[in-house]
């Protein structure tokens, strides 16, 4: 049963359609075309203010909600900048600032950026991708229900040691 008349409220299974952007219109992310991001309200699978956004709603319901940094990806801090000797990073490979990599971290990937170089280093940047930024999205709930065991089972293995650092759409605010 999909929770027709069933309000989200905590610990609920909630899936939901999105898009979001950010305030210069510029589109992120989207689960059109794709399955609805479902996530147990409550539990930090997302971001906490979208996680917030969903009490009380309903499936069908639809709305737009705006998130501040806070309660986002943070405001990002130069204390998540680091700098990597040039040697790591392939002879042939052109670095420029703003450009995206991925590295092997001590829990899994990393995602860093360039921000600047020179002939010894690579500075860059460790923050979120989306640190700093407002977050609007659009949002629809597809589906409210008590959450599966094995939903639940996935959960408390990930509460020991969730450290993802690519938090894809809008999920994953351990990271």
């Known amino acids: 049963m999909k929770g027709i008349h069933m309000k989200v409220e905590e610990k609920k299974f909630v ?3 999105y898009t ?4 210069n219109g510029e589109k992120v992310d989207s689960s059109e075309g794709q399955d609805p991001l479902g996530f ?3 539990s930090g699978q997302v971001i906490e203010g979208l996680d917030e956004a969903v009490i009380g709603k309903e499936v069908g319901e639809k709305f737009t909600v705006q998130i501040p940094p806070e309660k ?3 405001m990002g801090s130069e204390e998540m900048h680091r700098e990597i000797p040039r040697e790591n990073f392939p002879a042939d490979a052109e670095l420029t600032p703003g450009q995206g990599f991925t590295a092997n971290g001590p ?3 990393v995602s860093f950026r360039v921000i600047k170089t020179d002939d010894e280093t690579v500075y860059a940047d460790f923050n979120h991708v989306l640190a700093g930024e407002t977050l609007n999205f ?9 959450p599966q065991a094995e939903e639940l089972a996935q959960l408390a ?8 650092s690519d938090c ?3 999920g994953g605010s351990c990271g």
């Open 15 to 17: 899936a939901v359609h």
């Open 20 to 23: 979001l952007t950010l305030n």
């Open 40 to 42: 147990i309200q409550g």
């Open 72 to 74: 986002a990806y943070g």
């Open 107 to 109: 829990h899994g990937p």
């Open 138 to 146: 659009d949002v629809e709930i597809t589906e409210v229900r008590d």
């Open 157 to 164: 293995g990930e509460e020991g040691g969730c450290a993802p």
């Open 168 to 170: 894809s759409g809008c």
